[in-house]
């Protein structure tokens, strides 16, 4: 008996050790939380710049991805998409009089047709859709996308139809990150970052968003700027007068020299590196910036569209830093945040007071 009572004493003093290392592990976390640096970070650009892919990729590095109903959601969008993006492609044929084959030009009206009686992407109207597609002359649209507007990611959608049409398909990472839906209103998202507690709030990039901006400058310590490369021969949406980066260059303009921003440090991420890369083979930057000269190369091309910004903060108190990235690329947005957070981070936090 003595025995037996001895072992059940120490099974209950061992839970009661156990309880306790528990509960000042507990309180080391929360006390390890409290001690997180937090951070007001504001992500501004042009409409299309890249601001919700860098966001989403927060989502996927620090949230462990997408609900189902996020999933849900995007699935809805991409089919609803392909059928925008369709019919964008086939009027652009029509109306820049591009030679489509007659048998396409029939397929693409019995689309049309389909469509405005039913919003659905339905077996029938997909079905048209790869016909149409399948036109070389569509294909030469989608290079020539500049004259009108399309997003850059509605061939990636267009070629992967027949998997979207599957009853059991589910939108893959890459496939929420290439899904394009503008942002309007104000979104914010906040995630650990290292030794840090991350805010980031994403404001809509279109000209009648921007007006909305001026309502999240307060307590923020970090401004990103996100700048797409390869828009230099492109028109916006909202004007089709005015070039994409030349905007961005003008907003970029205004910002650094706004006194909400004063003594605001900026990181510019120059996105869309992958596009530009590609397009600056047979596109000369020299029609967005008629004083550029290093004709089709695209370190040169880089390299100018970088000093061009700098340039034009020279007389900001604040620093700036830049990074050249692609926001679709999980491993590299993954690296440049990491850099982000070792140099930008540590000197803001040290201006602030907090190392």
Not at 247 to 263: A, H, P, Q, V, W
Request: charged fraction near 30%; include cysteine.
């Amino acid at each position: 008996m003595g025995f037996g009572n001895s072992k059940k004493k120490r099974k209950q003093s061992l839970q009661k050790e156990q309880k306790k290392n528990q509960k000042i592990q507990n309180q080391i976390e929360i006390e390890t939380k409290k001690q997180k640096k937090e951070l007001k970070i504001l992500i501004l650009g042009t409409g299309e710049s890249g601001k919700s892919t860098f966001i989403k990729q927060m989502m996927i590095i620090h949230k462990g991805g997408f609900t189902n109903s996020d999933l849900v959601e995007y699935k809805k969008t991409i089919k609803t998409n392909l059928i925008l993006h369709t019919k964008i492609l086939f009027e652009a044929c029509v109306n820049f009089n591009w030679e489509i084959k007659s048998q396409t030009k029939e397929l693409g009206k019995e689309f049309l047709s389909l469509v405005e009686q039913s919003p659905e992407l339905t077996t029938e109207t997909a079905n048209l859709i790869k016909d149409i597609w399948n036109d070389p002359v569509l294909k030469k649209a989608y290079e020539k996308r500049n004259k009108f507007q399309l997003p850059d990611t509605a061939n990636y959608f267009l070629d992967k139809i027949d998997k979207i049409m599957e009853n059991d398909y589910q939108p893959s990472d890459t496939d929420v990150l290439f899904c394009r839906i503008p942002t309007t209103g104000v979104s914010q998202l906040t995630f650990d970052q290292g030794e840090n507690s991350w805010t980031v709030i994403d404001v809509g990039g279109q000209r009648s968003e921007r007006r909305k901006w001026i309502h999240q400058f307060e307590d923020v310590q970090l401004l990103i700027y996100i700048v797409a490369l390869s828009e230099y021969n492109q028109k916006l949406f909202e004007d089709l007068d005015v070039n994409r980066l030349r905007e961005s260059f003008g907003l970029f303009s205004k910002i650094s020299n706004n006194d909400f921003f004063e003594n605001k440090n900026c990181v510019v991420f120059f996105n869309k590196v992958d596009l530009f890369e590609e397009k600056i083979k047979k596109e000369d930057l020299k029609q967005c910036f008629p004083d550029y000269k290093g004709g089709f190369d695209f370190e040169a091309g880089k390299k100018f569209i970088k000093r061009k910004f700098l340039d034009e903060a020279e007389n900001s108190t604040r620093n700036i830093f830049c990074h050249f990235t692609c926001a679709t690329d999980t491993k590299n947005v993954e690296r440049v945040i990491d850099a982000v957070n070792i140099t930008v981070i540590e000197h803001v936090l040290k201006e602030d007071g907090l190392l």
